[in-house]
């Protein structure tokens, strides 16, 4: 079982940065057994795959952030990293956060444990 909580979000202009956290607390199997995703939800619009992490380390991210955003990881306090950069207008919405056990694809289906999401929103 695995509980998760974004934190970081807030009203940011555009060209700016922000760095979201999740937290996890994990029953059961260790944390860094997970890999952990970031998906965006804006107003009116399906949720959409942001970046990911595999357990090992691994990274991939939408070509709509790739340059701009990081994803990092530190196992040994649980927690998950998105680091923003040159934020846009486009980039407002809820972010969630996400947790699997195993997968090779990337949809919103494909993560069993998500957090409650945070408000990221980009003025011009």
């Known amino acids: 079982q695995v509980q998760l909580v974004e934190s970081g979000g807030g009203l940011v202009q555009a060209g700016g940065s922000l760095r979201l956290s999740c937290a996890a607390s994990?029953?059961?199997?260790?944390?860094?057994?997970?890999?952990i995703g970031w998906f965006r939800q804006a107003p009116g619009k399906e949720r959409e795959f942001v970046t990911h992490?595999?357990?090992?380390?691994?990274?991939v991210y939408a070509d709509s952030v790739k340059g701009r955003f990081t994803i990092s990881r530190d196992n040994a306090k649980n927690l998950v990293y998105l680091q923003m950069n040159s934020l846009k207008p486009e980039d407002t919405g809820v972010y969630y956060c996400?947790?699997?056990?195993?997968?090779?694809?990337?949809?919103?289906?494909?993560?069993?444990?998500w957090g409650q999401g945070t408000q990221v929103t980009v003025s011009s």
């Open positions: 996400a947790a699997r056990r195993s997968g090779t694809t990337y949809g919103p289906s494909d993560y069993n444990y």
């Open positions: 992490i595999r357990w090992s380390g691994g990274t």
């Open positions: 994990v029953s059961g199997r260790s944390f860094s057994t997970y890999s």
